[in-house]
Nanobody, 123 residues
Framework: QVQFVESGGGLVQPGGSLRLSCAAS????????MGWFRQAPGKEREGVSC????????YYGDSVKGRFTISRDNAKNTVYLQMNNLEPGETTRYYC????????????????WGRGTGVTVTS
């Protein structure tokens, strides 16, 4: 049983930072893609970032490039998303997602999703 649990969300002021964590368990794949997505009510799910386990390659959506950083700690089976200079428009719920192969920009190609963690950016 594959499970992913997000944490680290909360309330932050514009320009502030948060670090989200995604703790993974129940899988043994050597190669996978671990993505971060976000989805606000009434809007489509947006790809934020992804990390390929094969070589550590990282990918970012245009809107977050230069501000967000994805990383991993293999010993802890955890993937992180460091979010800097947050904007009010980025208030939403953030999800980590697992794909049993390399990263994809297509939400439908991910196999397992966490329940998400909420982020609120407001003054």
């Amino acid at each position: 049983q594959v499970q992913f649990v997000e944490s680290g969300g909360g309330l932050v002021q514009p320009g502030g930072s948060l670090r989200l964590s995604c703790a993974a368990s129940g899988f043994t794949q050597s190669y996978y893609g671990m993505g971060w997505f976000r989805q606000a009510p009434g809007k489509e799910r947006e790809g934020v970032s992804c990390l390929d386990s094969a070589d550590g390659s990282t990918y970012y959506g245009d809107s977050v490039k230069g501000r967000f950083t994805i990383s991993r700690d293999n010993a802890k089976n955890t993937v992180y998303l460091q979010m800097n200079n947050l904007e009010p428009g980025e208030t939403t719920r953030y999800y980590c997602a697992f794909r049993a192969r390399f990263c994809s920009g297509d939400t439908r190609q991910y196999d397992t999703w966490g329940r998400g963690t909420g982020v609120t950016v407001t003054s």
